[in-house]
């Protein structure tokens, strides 16, 4: 991977710097602390802060919420095993988030295998129509 200057990045520093984005307690800090933090100067953090680590940051912070939500959801289920009622609410609520989720994903594949198979169709109808066009033009002649 190269820095926006077009340098070969250094393997340990772009780990270090993703790995310092990803987590949430260095969450909005300035380019000039993260640099300090990382022992580089501002330029270098600049210079890595390509399209490329902003994307392996915005991957690694999903799996570090999705982590973090995975262990709320247990220690609310724990909770609500031992009869806490409000713990018990709330799971039932997260667990109809979950299911509408899945609903809205399931229900946009649909929409989409849709829109495929309408295309799919529409070709299959033109290529008919032009057969059709042909051995019209091949009667009339």
């Known amino acids: 991977m190269f820095t926006k200057t077009g340098a070969r990045m250094n393997t340990d520093l ?4 993703i790995v310092l984005l990803s987590t949430p307690e260095h969450e ?6 993260i640099a300090h933090f990382l022992n580089v100067s501002t330029r270098t953090v600049q210079n890595y802060l390509t ?3 902003w994307g392996e940051v915005h991957k690694r912070r999903l799996e570090v919420i ?3 939500i995975r ?5 609310v289920y724990a909770k609500a095993l031992k ?3 409000t713990a018990a609410r709330i799971l039932y609520n997260r667990w109809d988030q979950v299911k509408n989720m899945e609903e809205v994903k399931n229900a946009n594949k649909t929409y989409e295998e849709d829109e495929m198979e309408i295309k799919r169709l529409e070709k299959q109808i033109q290529e008919l129509e032009n ?3 042909k051995k019209t033009s091949k009667q009339k002649a």
């Open 131 to 133: 057969e059709q066009n």
């Open 28 to 33: 909005g800090k300035t380019q000039k602390q």
């Open 66 to 68: 999705n982590h973090s």
């Open 71 to 75: 262990l709320v959801d247990q220690a």
């Open 51 to 53: 399209k490329e680590i």
């Open 14 to 17: 772009k780990e270090r710097l």
């Open 83 to 85: 009869g806490d009622m």
